[in-house]
């Protein structure tokens, strides 16, 4: 009985007559460290404690499957946001949905969390619910909602939740089980690192903490909400980070400093507990979860980002600073791997939230902590960074003489600037040599100078230099590989007139992207307050919003102007942005032009000779 028990009968053939967790997720069940739901329950597993998971519940019926858990609810809304895993960015219902047996969408409620604690209380009253994973972290004060397109209030308040646990939460987890197990009771355990919790407001006493304006306030206040924004985001350090308020009406919402990352032997056991690496087996006749199918035979080895992207909501949740596995663990689980039955030789990735992060960005924030306000590698990296590859060249290269492995890729994000300020560029060498499947998948996601400040990147020059390096050691070791890069339309501060400097900078390079995010407003992240309040939090300055479906279709088309449907839209973006010169058949034109457009202009040709040239840019003889 490798799999924990998703039924009552897979928990009675365990022996068992109760559990003393039950841990409910929005995903299906996957036995796989990829799958935040497995790191919990083999976590609490490994503390001695008697695991049910029910995955994807579809009636208040099914909260009674186990009976009355000993300790309490464990809930989380899975992987992703729900919100996110059920709507495009242009708020249009998806079709599919990776975590689903199947893949098909409709499994899960919109705003999960919330609606299973509410199910939760109806039938247990009185029993702990204690909520974590992506959409309880990054909701846990109040926030935006793109949906709703209004300020929500903290998670906390909407599920009636005891406890949330931001971040990774293992050791949170751990703590909040152990006291819960010792008979104390869950409203007492409100001194967990990585918690947030509410209470009455008359209950509150006041202590050192870092005060965000409360719920009524940045509901009305726009510039109020920023502010709000860059206190929860300053704050999210584990060495100087204090606690912090907000208050919503009669209550408080406190949320404790964060805690610290695991350590490398920490992180090691976590990513070494027995897990199945696969669905559960009564998915097959579903036909599996495909969210599986990328990460079965891939190797998670790095937490945090110190990278910090303004869209990206790693750095909220995971924190800012590196933990990393030790290469024994790594290489460990890379010979597991091999002796999987349906593994083919190929290692899918060696990887996480930023591939080429090993260790911290710098030795002062282990005791410091991270700079508040300002970011480690943008818009230029910090002197006090000194990237290093060693470790993880190590451990690749000795990962690719493992009997069984053909081949050892990276997919998952290369931090482009950091890998090219480090002076020894042998891993590079080698990355392109071993480990890219034909294509790398990079992120400069614009070339706009205003527009890759606000997102927190660095500038599109870093970028070029990166793309002739690695198209020069591509051509030194005879393949024909390709860089695939990630473009994102309509961020904050972007205007027609910089999405068309982006369609020019992909026509001269050559570059035609089969796929651009629109850029989604995730909860939690900086970027998603500057959409809600056009402002930047961190200066208070305006900000410009691309907001209408127009303005953002049109931003869409540019960067895939080589589209023949996105001809007529890219020609009204171009026109309206006063730049009908690029419109036409010349080497510099993104689109010709329209077949009825009879205009014509004289230019003066050699000699002196009258010419014609409509607009489109073609030339003919005049009379």
């Not at 060693?390 to 690719?400: A, G, H, K, T, V």
Request: glycine share 8%; net charge positive; aromatic share 8%.
């Amino acid at each position: 009985m490798p799999f924990l028990p998703i039924t009552k009968q897979e928990m009675n053939d365990r022996g068992w007559d109760v559990p003393d967790v039950v841990a409910v997720t929005g995903d299906a069940y996957v036995d796989h460290p990829s799958f935040g739901i497995a790191i919990i329950t083999r976590v609490l597993e490994a503390e001695g404690l008697r695991v049910c998971v029910l995955p994807q519940p579809q009636s208040p019926k099914d909260f009674l499957r186990f009976g009355r858990p000993r300790l309490g609810f464990f809930v989380t809304g899975g992987n992703i946001d729900s919100m996110v895993a059920h709507y495009t960015a242009a708020k249009r219902k998806r079709s599919d949905d990776a975590y689903t047996p199947g893949g098909k969408a409709g499994a899960r409620p919109d705003r999960a969390t919330i609606v299973y604690c509410r199910q939760i209380r109806e039938s247990f009253p009185d029993l702990p619910i204690i909520i974590g994973g992506l959409e309880a972290s990054l909701r846990r004060f109040a926030h935006y909602d793109y949906w709703d397109d209004a300020v929500r209030p903290s998670i906390l308040i909407d599920s009636g939740a005891d406890i949330l646990v931001y971040g990774m939460g293992e050791k949170q987890t751990v703590e909040i089980a152990r006291r819960l197990s010792k008979g104390e009771r869950v409203s007492d355990i409100n001194d967990v690192r990585g918690t947030a919790y509410a209470l009455p407001v008359r209950e509150y006493v006041p202590r050192p903490c870092a005060e965000c304006p409360g719920l009524s306030l940045v509901q009305q206040d726009k510039k109020q909400y920023a502010i709000s924004c860059r206190i929860q985001q300053d704050e999210q350090d584990a060495v100087r980070g204090k606690t912090v308020i907000q208050r919503h009406g009669d209550k408080m919402v406190v949320q404790n400093p964060p805690m610290p990352p695991l350590t490398r032997d920490e992180i090691d056991r976590i990513y070494e507990l027995p897990y199945e690496r696969d669905y559960h087996p009564s998915y097959i006749p579903l036909g599996g979860v495909p969210g599986i199918e990328e990460v079965k035979f891939s190797i998670t080895h790095n937490r945090g980002c110190f990278g910090a992207c303004n869209f990206c909501s790693i750095a909220y949740h995971q924190g800012r600073q590196i933990t990393s596995r030790s290469e024994q663990s790594v290489l460990r689980e890379a010979e597991n791997i091999s002796k999987m039955p349906d593994f083919k030789g190929y290692i899918h990735d060696v990887g996480g939230p930023t591939a080429n992060f090993r260790q911290p960005s710098c030795k002062a924030q282990l005791t410091k902590g991270l700079c508040k306000g300002k970011k480690c590698l943008a818009p230029k990296i910090c002197p006090s960074v000194k990237p290093n590859h060693s470790e993880y060249l190590q451990i690749l290269r000795r990962m690719r003489m493992l009997p069984g492995i053909k081949k050892v890729f990276i997919r998952s994000g290369i931090r482009f600037d950091y890998l090219m300020s480090d002076p020894d560029d042998t891993f590079f060498k080698e990355l392109v040599e071993y480990h890219v499947s034909g294509q790398l998948k990079v992120a400069p996601e614009h070339c706009s100078t205003p527009v890759l400040d606000l997102m927190g990147k660095p500038s599109i020059e870093t970028y070029k230099n990166f793309q002739k390096r690695f198209y020069e050691l591509t051509k030194s070791v005879g393949k024909k590989q390709y860089l695939v890069p990630y473009l994102m339309s309509s961020h904050p501060g972007s205007t027609i007139r910089d999405a068309i400097e982006l369609a020019v900078f992909l026509k001269k390079e050559g570059l035609r992207p089969e796929q651009v995010q629109d850029f989604y407003p995730t909860p939690g992240t900086i970027s998603t307050c500057m959409f809600y309040t056009g402002l930047d939090p961190y200066t208070l300055k305006s900000v410009y919003v691309p907001r209408t479906p127009e303005e953002k279709a049109k931003q869409r088309a540019l960067l895939q102007y080589f589209k023949p449907q996105n001809r007529e839209t890219v020609i009204a973006a171009l026109k309206s942005a006063g730049r009908s010169d690029l419109i036409g058949n010349g080497p510099n034109c993104l689109v010709s032009a329209p077949r009825n457009d009879k205009r014509t202009e004289k230019v003066r040709v050699k000699k002196g000779s009258k010419v014609k040239r409509n607009m489109g840019g073609s030339y003919k003889k005049g009379k």
